[in-house]
């Protein structure tokens, strides 16, 4: 069964710091990668995608994410946080074929010290 | 509206009683799914609906669990004979066709089972 694994649960960085956020997958055919950012107390923002075509992906607010088939991960990076960056962020793989659903993480929450 | 909307926003229910939880997607989207997220949980799919064909049901945790679409517009969600372990945000998204190009959320709708 496909999976995505989200290692720590809580990271916390300094300001101006690189974010590094992990995610590893398992799927049994190629799948599509979605990192969504949830701000305290709002919905689920798309934050970029994995759709088979280049390996690095740009998203918004300064994200990028690399599809690593060899390494079935999909990290999130941000050269230099922002304290605007706090919040919570979950990886999700849509698995392909027929199955139209995301499979998510359990989430990590970054945390961003001044 | 440009987003998904969801109604209620909050909803608070006596154990035993039934709710329903309303979606609207973005026009045009005729992919649309349901999840639910516990407090501190990642988001757990529950059903998808894909245009006219039958629904994909495989995440709906019970049979009091159940969910209706109109054509490729409104959804509802019906939970009959609430649980306290029913108490979540449950999330709505809508997509274009499979969802390749990412799913939109709902802002969800926060249900309290006391």
């Known amino acids: 069964a496909q999976s995505v694994t989200q290692l720590g649960s809580h990271v916390s960085v300094s300001e101006g710091a690189l974010v590094l956020l992990r995610c590893n997958y398992s799927?049994?055919?190629?799948?599509?990668l979605f990192w969504y950012v949830q701000y305290p107390n709002q919905g689920l923002q798309l934050l970029l995608k994995?759709?088979?075509?280049?390996?690095l992906v740009k998203g918004i607010n300064g994200f990028e994410a690399e599809f690593k088939k060899s390494e079935t991960s999909f990290h999130l990076t941000k050269p230099s946080a922002h304290m605007s960056d706090a919040a919570e962020y979950f990886c999700a793989v849509r698995p392909g074929g027929s199955q139209g659903n995301l499979i998510f993480g359990k989430g990590t929450k970054l945390s961003v010290k001044p | 509206g440009a987003g998904v909307s969801q109604s209620p926003s909050n909803k608070v229910t006596e154990k035993g009683k039934d709710v329903e939880l309303r979606c609207d997607p973005i026009?045009?989207?005729?992919?649309l799914y349901w999840y639910r997220q516990r407090l501190g949980q990642g988001l757990e799919f529950l059903i998808y609906f894909q245009g006219n064909s039958a629904p994909d049901k495989s995440g709906l945790p019970s049979d009091r669990f159940s969910a209706e679409r109109t054509g490729e517009s409104v959804s509802t969600l019906t939970i009959q004979r609430t649980q306290q372990e029913d108490s979540a945000v449950y999330l709505c998204a809508s997509s274009l066709a499979m969802g390749g190009q990412g799913q939109f959320f709902g802002p969800g709708t926060r249900l309290t089972v006391l």
């Open positions: 799927s049994s055919v190629p799948p599509y």
């Open positions: 994995y759709t088979s075509a280049a390996t």
């Open positions: 026009s045009g989207h005729t992919a």
